[in-house]
């Protein structure tokens, strides 16, 4: 079995020695350090890690400002930023890096590895971070509907088995799922996602989702069903 690589991101040396110790203790992952001294996303590119452990002091923009690099030029690097207590306000800027998930840097063990593994299968944490956050979510949708007023009237640029992919997203299924009822590989859908961000200049799946709801591209009664083309070669 394939271990998932982790990298952690963070100034503090203590800190990072700790959560690597911690997490080294998973048969299933491989922990890497990267300190802020060096250049993360050079460290990034010669690693190509599955998900990155981003921790920053979030009075600070520079930790964010990363995490939307890594998003944008990694799309298939996942973010889980690491906050010493996140409220509201960051949760909000964390969203909009495109990073799948937010967590108090004194998370439990269980809960972090619990955390990297649905990353890594595509899920997004971070939408229940949301949905327990009201003010969060009203910031999230303002937000959306003021980029959607943009993009009314312009043609979707998405094939269609993009859009195919798009909708069964909507419905809340992660990469694993959609591959098992396409019947191609995890990472084939992986790609596809990252060209439907791409393409949109969305932050992330939620944002995608969003805008092509707003545009009419997708359907929110939308339930994608298999056909004679779900398995034409990609």
């Not at 491989?30 to 981003?54: F, G, K, R, S």
Request: one cysteine or more; hydrophobic letters at 40%; charged letters at 25%.
């Amino acid at each position: 079995m394939d271990k998932i690589k982790v990298m952690i991101v963070d100034e503090q040396a203590f800190f990072r020695a700790g959560v690597r110790q911690t997490l080294s203790q998973q048969p299933d992952l491989e922990v890497l350090e990267c300190d802020l001294t060096q250049n993360a996303l050079e460290v990034i590119e010669a690693h190509l890690p599955d998900v990155v452990l981003l921790g920053s002091d979030l009075a600070s923009l520079s930790g964010l400002e990363l995490g939307r690099k890594i998003a944008q030029h990694y799309p298939n690097t996942k973010v889980v930023v690491l906050s010493p207590d996140p409220d509201d306000m960051e949760l909000f800027e964390v969203i909009k890096t495109a990073a799948v998930a937010c967590l108090n840097k004194k998370t439990s063990s269980e809960e972090l590895a619990n955390t990297i593994r649905r990353a890594h299968n595509g899920e997004y944490p971070i939408n229940e971070s949301l949905m327990t956050s009201p003010k969060v979510a009203k910031h999230v949708l303002n937000q959306f509907r003021g980029l959607g007023k943009t993009m009314e009237g312009i043609v979707a640029p998405l094939t269609n088995r993009e859009t195919q992919i798009l909708n069964y997203i909507a419905e809340g299924n992660s990469n694993k799922v959609i591959a098992h009822i396409l019947g191609i590989s995890e990472q084939t859908i992986k790609n596809h996602v990252s060209a439907i961000l791409r393409k949109l200049n969305a932050n992330d799946r939620a944002h995608a989702v969003a805008l092509a709801l707003h545009s009419g591209w997708i359907s929110p009664d939308a339930k994608p069903g298999r056909t004679s083309e779900d398995f034409d070669a990609i």
